[in-house]
């Protein structure tokens, strides 16, 4: 039986980035996780502890802040695509890097120029991959917490001796939005790109009227290949953040669609992809957001 050395990377994980820009009194906050990982031959440090083409993980959290230091940060795209170039072209033996970084938000206190306050637990995101002269982005967001008290119904599903949940016609519909969406090519104004897929994924889960979660799925990814030509691809991942009716008969009241028990588990989770039918190879895309 052979044994054999299969695919593998290595890099630092979670470095914490803050920095400050500052325009005279005014200041400008980034706050930032970023991951990196690379990818090459490198069979020695495995097979023999020969450490000879090893970019050590400090090395690389070092870069993340020098980079930092050394130019604005920007748009998370743009950083994780200088990163990713940098490891690539500055060592020979490396052949690929993947750079994800997630960005958490601050808004401005109302009449201050240096104070904050924590936006949520909204995340922007990018996952940056660099092989072989290429550069695919899929950027994304997580954890946008959505509701609406009506406009949505579900009924007409399979019964059997197992089913207990009764079929509505107006009920709460709130979930965790998770979206991830892959662009095609990279000069793209980010910043615009990412602003305007919120708008859209927002707006259309608050105007289509649902007969289920999967239905609203589809109607936001595809609202969102309509409009923005620089996406190729959506994948969308919502869990049902459900609200059941409570029963409020013992104590003689009518519950007319007024009090809801929210549950936070079990939950059910729908997902899936929406995507062009004549979108460029994906190439390495998606492997940004798994481990190889």
Same mark, same amino acid.
């Given at each position: 039986?052979?044994?054999?050395?299969?695919?593998?990377?290595?890099?630092?994980?979670?470095? $914490?980035? %803050?920095? %400050?820009?500052?325009?005279?009194?005014?200041?400008?906050?980034?706050?930032?996780?970023?991951?990196?990982?690379?990818?090459?031959?490198?069979?020695?440090?495995?097979?023999?502890?020969?450490?000879?083409?090893?970019?050590?993980?400090?090395?690389?959290?070092?870069?993340?802040?020098?980079?930092?230091?050394?130019?604005?940060?920007?748009?998370?795209?743009?950083?994780?695509?200088?990163?990713?170039?940098?490891?690539?072209?500055?060592?020979?033996?490396?052949s690929g890097a993947r750079v994800l970084i997630d960005e958490h938000g601050w808004n401005r206190i109302s009449g201050h120029e240096h104070a904050f306050s924590l936006a949520g637990s909204e995340k922007r995101t990018t996952a940056v991959t660099i092989q072989d002269g290429q550069a695919w982005v899929v950027s994304?967001?997580?954890?946008?917490?959505?509701?609406?008290?009506?406009?949505?119904?579900?009924?007409?599903?399979?019964?059997?001796?197992?089913?207990?949940?009764?079929?509505?016609?107006?009920?709460?519909?709130?979930?965790?939005?998770?979206?991830?969406? $892959?662009?095609?090519?990279?000069?793209?104004?980010?910043?615009?790109?990412?602003?305007?897929?919120?708008?859209?994924?927002?707006?259309?889960?608050?105007?289509?009227?649902?007969?289920?979660?999967?239905?609203?799925?589809?109607?936001?990814?595809?609202?969102?290949?309509?409009?923005?030509?620089?996406?190729?691809?959506?994948?969308?991942?919502?869990?049902?953040?459900?609200?059941?009716?409570?029963?409020?008969?013992?104590?003689?009241?009518?519950?007319?669609?007024?009090?809801?028990?929210?549950?936070?588990?079990?939950?059910?989770?729908?997902?899936?992809?929406?995507? $062009?039918?004549?979108?460029?190879?994906?190439?390495?895309?998606?492997?940004?957001?798994?481990?190889?």
């Amino acid at each position: 039986m052979a044994i054999t050395l299969g695919p593998n990377q290595y890099g630092k994980a979670e470095v $914490r980035l %803050v920095t %400050v820009r500052r325009e005279g009194a005014v200041h400008h906050l980034k706050d930032l996780t970023v991951s990196t990982s690379l990818r090459g031959d490198l069979a020695a440090t495995h097979l023999t502890g020969d450490n000879a083409d090893v970019v050590a993980t400090d090395t690389q959290k070092n870069t993340v802040y020098a980079f930092a230091k050394e130019s604005p940060v920007g748009e998370i795209e743009d950083f994780a695509l200088r990163l990713g170039r940098h490891f690539v072209d500055a060592f020979e033996h490396i052949s690929g890097a993947r750079v994800l970084i997630d960005e958490h938000g601050w808004n401005r206190i109302s009449g201050h120029e240096h104070a904050f306050s924590l936006a949520g637990s909204e995340k922007r995101t990018t996952a940056v991959t660099i092989q072989d002269g290429q550069a695919w982005v899929v950027s994304g967001l997580d954890d946008l917490v959505v509701l609406k008290s009506t406009g949505s119904e579900f009924h007409g599903f399979p019964r059997d001796e197992y089913t207990t949940l009764a079929e509505t016609n107006d009920r709460i519909l709130a979930t965790a939005v998770t979206a991830r969406w $892959r662009y095609q090519g990279d000069g793209i104004d980010w910043a615009a790109s990412h602003a305007e897929v919120r708008r859209i994924l927002l707006e259309t889960f608050a105007d289509k009227h649902s007969l289920s979660l999967q239905q609203t799925l589809y109607a936001m990814g595809e609202a969102v290949l309509e409009e923005r030509e620089e996406v190729a691809e959506v994948r969308l991942s919502l869990p049902n953040k459900h609200h059941f009716l409570v029963d409020l008969s013992p104590f003689g009241l009518k519950n007319d669609n007024e009090v809801f028990h929210a549950a936070d588990r079990p939950y059910g989770l729908i997902e899936g992809v929406v995507l $062009r039918d004549d979108a460029e190879d994906p190439g390495l895309a998606w492997h940004t957001l798994a481990s190889f």
